[in-house]
């Protein structure tokens, strides 16, 4: 049987937008030029979060929580997600973190689910600007805990039902919890903001934002009101290791990226008549494109 109320992690990520990827996109090292770029909210973790609000409407008094590692601007995709339903989060930032692959971040963030301590952690299966996604299945590792990858709908509560999207069908897993759960972006699109959320949580905001001049003015309104202050956690809240975090404990070097353009080529229209189709297939053949 389930427990009657989850504390559900949602793994999410403020990614650069990869759509309008310039020649300054990538710094001499080999990482990604973030500033050069705007942050979005990673657009399969927006179907993971969905998948988090399902449960939490499915288990009331069950609590989700968004926790992310990036610079002190990441919080924006915390307070993104608590508009539309998530209770709270964690942005784990340190100078430490910076340049870090998939194999540091999946293991700082595996430091940082351990004190946080989910029933479940969900994550999008992958991010927009590495496309790798291993960062769920390595925390999944990490944690020694089961996972079930490819997700796309939660169709059963009495042992976790998981309905997942393969390459050439789909099948419904069972998985007792804890659980590590990745989704995928065919899955149902995350619940647009609630007016009344924003309204709730506009000033939520992190330590760090809370030295800036501009926010002073809401100090006695967190001190009166908890839930508008987002936990910030560095390297040392998470006893992690330092040297499998940053370019230190990452094997992986970026050569190269650039963006590609494809090109139209010649087009040729064809009309519905046997000598066109006849002509189409025989032009086919020729160039090896068919048999």
């Known amino acids: 049987m ?10 999410a990520k403020q990614v650069p937008d990869t759509r309008n990827v310039g020649k300054d996109a990538m710094k001499a090292d080999g990482t990604v030029n973030r500033a050069a770029l705007a942050a979005i909210f990673n657009p399969e973790d927006l179907n993971a979060l969905e998948q988090a609000l399902v449960l939490k409407d499915m288990f009331p008094g069950s609590r989700v929580e968004i926790l992310t590692m990036g610079p002190g601007r990441a919080a924006e995709i915390i307070r993104e997600g608590m508009f539309r339903g998530a209770d709270g989060g964690v942005l784990l930032t340190d100078r430490k973190f910076a ?17 946080m301590n989910p029933d479940i952690i969900v994550a999008g299966r992958q991010a927009i600007d590495g496309d790798t996604a291993q960062v769920g299945p390595q925390v999944a590792e990490k944690l020694n805990w089961p996972q079930v990858t490819y997700a796309e709908e939660i169709v059963g509560i009495e042992e976790l039902l998981i309905r997942r999207r393969l390459e050439h069908g789909v099948e419904t897993v069972a998985c007792r919890l804890p659980l590590v759960m990745t989704v995928n972006g065919t899955a149902p699109e995350c619940r647009p903001r609630h007016a009344k959320l924003v309204m709730k949580y506009k000033h939520a905001i992190t330590p760090s934002e809370c030295q800036l001049d501009q926010v002073g003015c809401y100090a006695q309104l967190r001190e009166s009101r908890p839930y508008l202050n987002i936990t910030e956690w560095g390297v040392a809240d998470v006893d992690a290791d330092d040297t499998q975090l940053g370019l230190s404990g990452s094997p992986t070097k970026v050569k190269k990226i650039e963006n590609v353009v494809f ?29």
């Not at 427990?3 to 992690?9: A, D, E, M, N, Y």
């Not at 090109?263 to 048999?291: N, P, Y």
């Open 263 to 291: 090109a139209a080529k010649e087009a040729k229209r064809l009309s519905a008549d046997d000598a066109d189709i006849d002509s189409l297939i025989k032009e086919l053949i020729a160039s090896h494109t068919l048999g």
């Open 2 to 11: 389930m427990k009657k109320t989850l504390k559900i992690v949602v793994l």
């Open 99 to 115: 340049g870090s692959d998939t194999l540091a971040t999946s293991y700082a963030l595996s430091r940082a689910a351990l004190k």
